[in-house]
C-alpha cells in the first residue's frame, strides 16, 4: 500500500490527511499560521500522531496552496517587476499591463517598456531587436534596484529566439537578475501571454521563500519522501518547478475541493460547496472533474488564459458576520476570518458570526453553546433561511441542467448548509473538513509534450496520435495508470517560418496515480 | 441602452463593455477580437477623445462618409496588436488623394474587432462615426458589404500597417479585384492592416447601409449583461432579441486552424451533449463561422449567422480563441433581407466560400420588435 500525505495551506486553516490506498487514516484542521512553515508543522505532528503511522513509511506528500492566488488577490508579497515587451513598431496603442487594475500595476511597480523587436507571423522581424534599448533598461533597473524581469515578444509562441536573446543580454548585463519569458507559459494571445509571465515574475520570490518553507516543515517533521505542489488543472509538479511557475498553482485550491469531494463521496456528478471562514467557492463536477472555464479567467482582476475550473465565490462563511434584526438582516460579506477563535460569540466575543446560529440551532458543537443559548428562536430561522436562499441562489448559478445532481458541502464551514437546497439533496462526506488537502493527495499525474513536428513526411492526424502516445507513456511513466488516462489539451500551431511544414504540436494527458483503484 | 432619438451620443465605457458582447456576437467569430477593440476605444477615450455615434437619419444626403476598417486574419491582431494610428493615416492620405474633407466615417463590418476600429478612428480625427455598417456581421471578404453589393466603388482606397507603409489602390476593374489585391498586400504587410475605402454619400448610406447595427449591437450587448445580473439564461436573451435559436451545444474535440493566404482557415469539430447527445457537428472557419453541419447535413449557412458561444457564461467566442475541449453552444440567426436578395447572394452564398454543393435556406425572418 502507499502511504499518501495531503496538505492544504489556505488563507485561514492548514489542513492534513494522510491516506492509505482509498482510505483516510486520519484528518486534521490547524490555524493558517504568518509564517506558513509553523502551521505545516503543527498540522503533521498532529496527523501522524492521529493515523498512527512511521513517518519512514509516508512515502510521498503532495501540498496544495492558495498563497500564490491570495498574493496576487490581496496585492502582498508582489516584487516589483521590469515588464519588457518586443513589438514596436507594433502594440504601440496597448502597453502592458493596460488592462490591470491599477493597484495592482502599481504594486509591480507599473515599470513598463516597449522595445523594437519581435515577429510577423511568417517569422520576419517586425523590427531588429533593440539591443542599445535593452542595455538602457538593464541600467535603470539596477538603478532602480528591480530583481526580476519578464520578457515578452510578438509571436513568441511561433519563434523564441528573440526573448531568449533579449534575456542573455538583460543577464549580462544586471548579474543575478530573474527573468520570466512569455513563451515559457502562455499561448498565442500577447496580453494575457505577457499579463501571466509578469504575474509570474512578481512572485518569484515568495514562490522560492514558500517552497522552502514546506521542505523545511517536511524535514522538520522528519519526512524524507518527494514532495508536490498541485497545479490549476488538478496535477502534480515537481516542488522545483514551482520555484520557476507559481502562477500554475492559481485555482488550485477549489480544484483540490471538488476533487476531494467526488473521492470522499464516489459521486461523480454533483455540485460542490465549499465553505470556509469567510467565503464559499461553488463549482460543478462532471464525471468526477471540475468543470473548467472556457473563457478566459480573471485573477485578481487580471485577464489570463489558463485552464481553470469554473468556480465562483460569494461571502458565506463560518466568520461571516450578522446583523440587523430578523425582518432586515444583513449577512457578510464582512467576515472575522481567522479571528473567530476570540471573536465569535461562541468564543466569548462579541460578534454574531453565522457559526454562532449553527451552533444557536443545536446543527454544531463549537465553543461555549450556553453563550448562544438566550437568541430569540425566531431570528435564528430566519437567518438560517436567509443562508439557505444564497446557497441556493449560488447552486442554481452552477447548475447547468434542470437534472436533480446532488450537492456535496465540504469545507469547515459546511455546517452551515441546510440538509436541502432548493429541490437538491445535501451530502456531506465523512473527512468534509479536510477535502482540499484529501484532493491535494489524489491530485492526478500529467504527461506532457511540446515539440514541433514536420508535416513533410506524414499526416497532422498521425502527428497528433504520435504526440498523444508519448505523451501517455510519460504519465505511465511517472505513475499514472493507462486506463485512466485523458487527453485534456490539444493544440497545433503551424509554424510558417520553417521549412517543411512544419508545426508545433502540444497535448497534455491526465490520470489517476498508481494505488488508488478501488 | 444607447439611445439617439435627440440626435449624435458619445459612447461611455459602458456601453463599450456592451459593444464589446454585441459585436463579438454579430461577429460569427470574426471581425477581429472585440476584447482588445475595446481595449482600444477605452484608451482614446481615456486620452480625451470622443466616441460619437450619429444617426443614420441625420446625415446629409451630400455627406461624404469613409467606410473603414481592419483586413488580414484575426489570429494576428490578437497578437500583434495594431501600433493604434494605421486608420488615421488612412484616413488623412485619403483624403489628400481626393482633395476632400470627410464629413463622417462608416463602418464596414459591426462584427468584432472592426466595430470599434471606426470609433477609434473617428474619435482622433474628431468626426462621427454613423449608426450602420455594411454587413450586419462580419465577412472575411471586402467585398461582401452591401456598401458593395449595391453599386458602391471602393477605389481609390488607402491601407496602412504598423510600420507607416501606406499603399493606395487607385483603380480596381471590380470589387473582387480589389479585395484579392489589398490581400496579397496585407500578407505583406505582416497580415493586419487597415484599409479606408473611397467616400460613400450620405444618400447612398442610409438606403444601402443596414441599418442602427451600433444601437443593435450595443442593445444586445446590455441583454446579455442584465441577463447574467439576474441569473437568466443569456442564450435565451440573444435568441428572443435576434429572433434565432440554438442549434447544438457539445464539446470541441479537434481543431484544424492555419493562417492561410491572409485568413484563419479550418473546421471545428464538436461532440454532442445535453439534448445533441447522439450528435457530431462540424463548422467551416474562413476567419468567420460560415457553415454549421451536424450528421454530415448543412443547417445553418452563410449569409445567416453562426454563432459560438462558451455554454456556461453565454459569452461570445472567436475563432482564434478556441480551445480543445471548450464546451459550446451554437446559435443560428437570421441575417439582414438586404443580405438575402439575389443579387447578395452571388456575393456571400455558401459558393463564394468554394462550397456551391450547399444551398442557401434562410431561416425564418426576424420578426419585427414589439
Redesign the interface.
Known sequence: MVLRLGIDVGGTNTDAVILDGRKVLAGVKCTTTEDVMSGISEALEAVLEKAGVERANVDVAMIGTTHFTNAVIERRALDPVAAIRL?L??????PPM??WPEDLAEVVGGHRYMLHG?Y???G?E?AELDRDGLRRIADEIVAKGIRTAAISS??SPINREMEEEARDILQAAVPGLSVVLSSEIGR????ERESAAIMNASLLSLADKTITAFGDALKGAGLTCPFYVTQNDGTLMAADMVRRFPVLTFASGPTNSMRGAAFLTGVKDAIVIDIGGTTTDVGSLQKGFP??????VDVGGV?TNFRMP?VFAIGLGGGTIISGEKDDLTIGPKSVGYRLGSEARVFGGGTLTCTDIAVAAGEAEIGDPSKVSDMDPDFVAAVRARIGEMLE?AV??SR??PEPLPVIAVGGGSILAPDRIGDLEVLRPENFAVANAVGAAIAQISGEVERIFSLASQS?EDCLAQADSEARATAINAGAVAETLD?????DV?L?YLPGNATRIHVKVVGDMEGLDA | MLDLSNGTVSLTEQDLEALEIGSGILGTGGGGNPYIGKLRAREVLRAGYELRVQPLETLDDQAKVIPLGGIGAPLVSFERIKEGREGLRCLRALEQRLGITADAVACEEIGGQNSMEPLVTAALAGLPVVDGDGMGRAFPEMQMTTYAIYGHRSTPSVMCDPHGNIVIFDHAITEKWHETMARACVVAQGGASVLAAAPMSGAFMKRYSIPHTYTQAIGLGYAVLEARRDHEDPIKAICDREGGRQVFAGKITDLKRHFKGGFNVGVAQIEGLEGWRDSEAEIVIQNEFLIFNRDGEVEVCVPDLVVVLDLDSGLPLTTEVLRYGQRVAVLALPCHPLLRTSDALDVVGPACFGHPEVTFRPLPAKEAAP
Open positions: 513589438g513598431p507594433a502594440t504601440a496603442c496597448l493596460v488592462d519581435g510577423e507571423f511568417d520576419r517586425i510578438v509571436f498565442i494571445g500577447l496580453l468543470r473548467q472555464a472556457s473563457t478566459v485577464r469554473d441562489d442554481e448559478r447547468v441542467s497532422r487527453v485534456i489539451e490539444r493544440e503551424p510558417a
